[in-house]
């Protein structure tokens, strides 16, 4: 099964962007920004297999599926100086993205390899799922600084839907093809997502070696994606109700969301140019290049939803951009977009979990550079 042409050009470009901006970039000490939330930030990677189901992209009949997730958590300040790889295992990349491989080595993070998990546990929970040709690395910036304000962040990578590198120093390749149709292949990303789940509340039941023992409140979960990510999370949020919000970042729902409907609620960063997704009312429902949520949508969904456009952002906003930008303009206008995310982010999550009420969710006074539209859930 193969993927969108729009979806083949932009992988294809933004990996060349890796490529030239390396190559120029020999000078420059790049930086993650600095998370801005009350606490300091821990990381660690984690290798999940499913025993119960096997890896259809290969041809071992033996052969399980296997799930790499990053964690960022909020952890105790000044208890390691240990900082974390930008990218885990990058070194697995060399092969494919030769010298580009040095520059993102040298990327500097503000978050601290398997630190103590902060003693003021526990926490809610956010899962993220990256896009095609993607992996969690790549959303370093908005994963960390989500952690930083109390939440436990878990970038799920999704192997042979995205470019990940496993254990074993295998990098996968996008590919689709071992699945009969985009709803065979939504149901197997979404059970990644509830897989990973699950392992996350057995982490938090463990007692020996594991940091995260008490430290996740399995209740409070709110699971977010990029582009061909978001339908696994609101697929996996048509199965389990632990889920109790939804994130998309420039992205529509599966079939069987629109089929069957969600009571809760979700946000949508779409993007000003160059979106995936739109809202039809009424008149031609055709989007030119991505999907639509449309008035039947609305019928069968029963949470509120709330789409957000932030002025001069694009389908690849939520990418650590301003790192592979060699225009200051663009690098600030990055940054400046990450910074109306998190704050976007951070009122979305203290509403559902926390049951805090926003000014910015209410619509409430001008936002610069931002316009939300709030649609109500019907009334079933």
């Known amino acids: 099964m193969k993927k969108s042409v729009c979806q083949i050009i932009y992988s294809t470009t933004l990996f060349l962007s890796f490529i030239i901006h390396a190559q120029n970039s020999s000078q420059e000490i790049p930086s993650l920004l600095i998370p801005e939330g009350p606490y300091s930030v821990g990381h660690i990677l984690m290798d999940f297999e499913d025993s119960n189901r096997n890896e259809p992209a290969t041809i071992d009949s033996t052969d399980l599926r296997k799930i790499p997730v990053q964690i960022w958590y909020p952890s105790i300040i000044g208890e390691s100086d240990n900082v974390a790889q930008y990218r885990p295992r990058i070194e697995s990349f ?7 491989v040095d520059y993102i080595k040298s990327v500097r993070t503000s978050y601290y390899e398997g630190s103590k998990v902060s003693i003021e546990k526990p926490f809610g929970i956010f899962l993220f799922s990256h896009g095609w040709g993607a992996r969690s690395s790549s959303h370093s910036t908005f994963l960390s600084n989500l952690a930083s304000y109390g939440y436990i962040v878990v970038g799920i990578n999704h192997p042979y839907m995205g470019r990940v590198a496993l254990s074993n120093g295998l990098v996968t390749k996008p590919n689709d093809n071992q699945f009969e149709n985009q709803a065979v292949a939504n149901k197997f990303y979404a059970e990644d997502v509830i897989f990973v789940l699950n392992q996350l509340s057995l982490l938090n039941e463990e007692e020996n070696d594991n940091i995260f023992n008490g430290a996740l409140d399995i209740n409070q979960v709110i699971a977010g994606g990029h582009s061909s990510g978001f339908p696994a999370v609101s697929y996996a949020a048509v199965i389990d109700k632990r889920i109790k919000g939804l994130i998309s970042f420039d992205s529509g729902v599966p079939k069987i969301v629109r089929n069957k409907g969600l009571d809760i609620p979700i946000l949508l960063f779409r993007a000003e140019s160059d979106s995936y997704t739109d809202l039809f009312f009424r008149g031609k429902k055709v989007h030119p290049r991505g999907t639509i949520y449309d008035v039947d949508f609305f019928r069968m969904h029963r949470g509120d939803f709330y789409d957000l456009v932030i002025s001069e952002t694009t389908h690849s906003t939520i990418y650590d951009e301003y790192l592979f930008s060699e225009v200051k303009e663009e690098k600030e206008l990055s940054k400046r977009n990450h910074r109306l995310i998190m704050k976007w982010t951070v009122a979305f999550h203290e509403k559902i979990l926390k049951n805090q009420q926003s000014e910015l969710l209410e619509n409430k ?16």
């Open 365 to 380: 006074g001008d936002t610069i550079n931002t316009k939300l539209r709030i649609i109500k859930a019907f009334q079933q």
């Open 94 to 100: 060399r092969s494919q993205w030769g010298d580009s």
